[in-house]
């Protein structure tokens, strides 16, 4: 197994040595100049297209500005911004002078901006009008703050100033003296991306990605796609996210295609945009293709495959459409499990195990589960390659998330069948899935126990028809509660959690069901959830 800091051990890991992000941007800029790689699609404004070599000259230029602000190798961005073509600009500008992009989720609350910022030591950041004052407050050591002119493509709010202190993003640009470094002077395993993921302790965990994890993302989804040059993608799901950044962008990228960029999902301009740009992919998730069966369906378009969680969902018939199912996670950079464009795959499957990982499925003991059963799910790859390096400035959770023989341990639960398809159960961790978004029960719980309100909680998550699981939380309160307990705890979430993460009810109870030693039994108040619905 790959260490950190160590030279790349394996052919996997060597495939990708001497190689840079900035590199694969320079290269289709040579070899394919006028071809769009970029195309914005706001709401509002006009829209814009990149070539290739436009791109990559104002990624130059950034990288100049960025300098010329005293970034340098190995220093943090934060990149706090909704889909806009200066999300992707900032990041491989980042990569061209060996510096690492964070990119947070812009639902962020004020407490969780204040960790991010201090947590990856960014020495600077941008971000756009709506969210400014919100950062410029909760990260005041920032040496510099660079405000867009827009937010994700609409005008700013009537009589909106920009915080003292901050700078337009369009300052950043104004320096032609090239920015980059030299790439002998960047290791395909330095830094070049951090996400902050949820897990199962309070805090979200900063996923380190390498330029080698960056070039094996892009790589591997073009190749489980088979896209091609030719191929255009409709991004609409948030790039601070890894499905986005890594299957839309990077996998588009390695091939030399074109990316169409939205601020973020709508049903109502997804057909219209899909046949004016002859998009031929996109990534999908249900709430998107729940929303996509209230409006009419053209009787062709360009589309011949669409990513999913799942294979085959039974929609495909209705949309006329390929549908491959896979699973991954910030941590695998690309997909683990993975279907395929010319075998059939059960509906509801993953797919199957993809050739470039192992995959195990093993019971409580660590022993392999017979087909049919449901086990825990392990992933074996190459750290800083086709796994992430580690979580930042936590060496315990890195090496806790390995077991002794180089096994990630994902915290999810799968089934398999005889045949080796893929079927997802459940997580074993105590995590949500809320409109796409993971979210820790832990950190909820955490906030809610801070306010001193509550002796015991307990977060789970509820059915919803849209969002596929909302937070609840059962609350045993605490000596000086307040008569309106369920507004004043939701509404102190509201103040210290993203809004994804804000339980929708807060149930007061006088106890909890237990299980072994007296631990809160919340497969029991998930049935009762399910009972009363």
Same mark, same amino acid.
């Given at each position: ?71 340098? =190798? ?5 990149? =706090?911004? !909704? ?127 390498? =330029? ?18 030719? !191929? ?103 997909h683990g499990i993975v279907g395929d464009l010319h075998w059939p795959s059960p509906s509801m499957s993953c797919g199957r195990a993809a050739p470039e990982y192992e ?44 077991? !002794? ?20 159960? !459940? ?107």
């Amino acid at each position: 197994m790959l260490v950190p800091n160590n030279k790349p051990r394996s052919p996997a890991a060597g495939h990708h040595a001497g190689r840079t992000v900035g590199q694969l941007i320079r290269h289709w800029a040579q070899a394919r100049p006028d071809h769009p790689f970029l195309v914005w699609e706001p709401f509002e404004q006009p829209g814009h297209t990149w070539t290739y070599r436009e791109f990559a000259q104002d990624c130059q230029r950034l990288a100049a500005g960025l300098t010329q602000r005293g970034v340098r =190798h190995g220093d943090r961005v934060l990149i =706090h911004l !909704d889909n806009s073509p200066e999300l992707l600009l900032t990041w491989y500008a980042c990569a061209m002078i060996g510096a690492v992009g964070v990119t947070t989720n812009t639902r962020s609350a004020g407490p969780e901006l204040a960790y991010f910022a201090e947590h990856s030591e960014a020495v600077g950041a941008v971000t756009q009008p709506s969210l400014a004052e919100a950062l410029a407050t909760e990260a005041p050591q920032l040496r510099w703050l660079a405000v867009l002119d827009h937010d994700a493509g609409a005008a700013p709010a009537n009589g909106w100033e920009p915080p003292i202190g901050t700078e337009p993003f369009a300052a950043l640009l104004l320096n032609t003296t090239p920015g980059t470094v030299s790439d002998a002077e960047i290791d395909a395993l330095d830094p070049v991306g951090i996400q902050y993921t949820s897990g199962t302790t309070a805090r979200p965990k900063a996923v380190v990605w390498t =330029h080698a994890n960056a070039l094996w993302g892009g790589q591997v989804n073009a190749r489980h796609l088979e896209l091609t040059p030719a !191929d255009v993608t409709l991004c609409f799901l948030p790039l601070f996210h890894t499905n986005a950044q890594a299957y839309s962008v990077l996998g588009s990228l390695w091939v030399g295609g074109t990316v169409v960029l939205l601020p973020r999902f709508t049903a109502s301009r997804f057909w219209p945009l899909s046949l004016k740009h002859r998009c031929t992919w996109t990534s999908m998730i249900p709430f998107c293709l729940k929303a996509l069966l209230e409006h009419p369906i053209p009787e062709s378009h360009h589309y011949r495959v669409w990513g999913n969680g799942i294979c085959a969902p039974p929609t495909d018939e209705l949309f006329k459409v390929t549908t491959v199912g896979w699973w991954g996670m910030t941590e695998t950079i690309t997909h683990g499990i993975v279907g395929d464009l010319h075998w059939p795959s059960p509906s509801m499957s993953c797919g199957r195990a993809a050739p470039e990982y192992e995959i195990a499925v093993v019971d409580d003991t660590g022993e392999p589960v017979e087909p049919g059963k449901t086990g825990h799910l392990l992933v074996r790859g190459i750290r800083g390659v086709s796994l992430f390096l580690e979580y930042l400035k936590d060496p315990q959770a890195t090496a806790d998330a390995f077991d !002794d023989h180089g096994w990630f341990r994902t915290g999810d639960r799968v089934r398999t069948t005889p045949e080796g398809f893929i079927f997802f159960a !459940d997580r074993d961790k105590d995590m949500l899935k809320v409109g796409g978004e993971n979210v820790a029960a832990s950190e909820i719980e955490a906030v809610i126990r801070a306010s001193g309100w509550a002796e015991e909680v307990a977060v789970v998550a509820r059915r919803h028809p849209m969002l596929d699981e909302v937070p609840v939380a059962f609350v045993i309160p605490g000596p000086g509660a307040p008569s309106s307990l369920e507004a004043e705890l939701i509404a102190h979430c509201r103040q210290h959690l993203a809004d994804f993460k804000v339980p929708h009810a807060v149930y007061p109870v006088e106890d909890m069901p237990r299980s072994t030693l007296e631990k809160i039994n919340k497969a029991a108040l998930r049935a009762t959830l399910a009972a009363d619905a």
